[in-house]
């Protein structure tokens, strides 16, 4: 697809369809999210890629019974990686910069399922503890965001956008 209408076909997916993502695809997901920029290079953030279903279930409950995400064959967890900017950024890096990074590489992943003809829900909320428990992560480690991906088992209509002149402020 070309690039804007990867952006025009973009779409949050709440129905998916039973059929398997196919590894060679999320392999190319999880590329293109690896090329996102992020702050210093320092890609201070962590995937975690979820195929089980009991897992997804969890991550379902802990998303307050948003049921699609255990329906979707795979949930991308995206956490913060702080101790990659200690060092090299004030406390602004790890508290700002590495959320930053993975809601970043959260986007070329989604962005990538679109064009590769997939379907995917971003989800914000959740019970972090509890999900970092489902996905094994360290403690430190900061669950920002879950991405369930999957073949779309509807379309949804594209949700009017606010108009430009709401949007933009020029500074001149």
Request: net charge negative; glycine share 6%.
């Amino acid at each position: 697809m070309e690039f804007t209408e990867v952006i025009r076909n973009r779409h949050s997916i709440r129905t998916f369809s039973d059929q398997p993502v196919e590894q060679e695809k999320l392999q190319q997901i999880l590329e293109t999210a690896n090329l996102a920029p992020s702050a210093g290079n320092l890609q201070a953030y962590e995937i975690y890629a979820v195929t089980d279903l009991k897992k997804r279930d969890g991550l379902s409950c802990a998303a307050l019974a948003q049921d699609y995400i255990a329906k979707a064959p795979v949930a991308l967890v995206f956490c913060t990686h702080p101790e990659l900017t200690e060092g090299k950024y004030t406390e602004r890096g790890t508290r700002l910069y590495t959320v930053q990074d993975a809601t970043i590489a959260c986007t070329f992943a989604m962005l990538a399922a679109t064009n590769l003809g997939l379907g995917c829900v971003w989800v914000g909320t959740f019970d972090e503890k509890v999900v970092r428990l489902i996905i094994g992560a360290p403690e430190r480690q900061v669950p920002v965001v879950i991405l369930s991906i999957g073949y779309p088992g509807e379309f949804p209509d594209q949700h009017p956008r606010r108009p430009l002149d709401q949007l933009v402020h020029w500074v001149k």
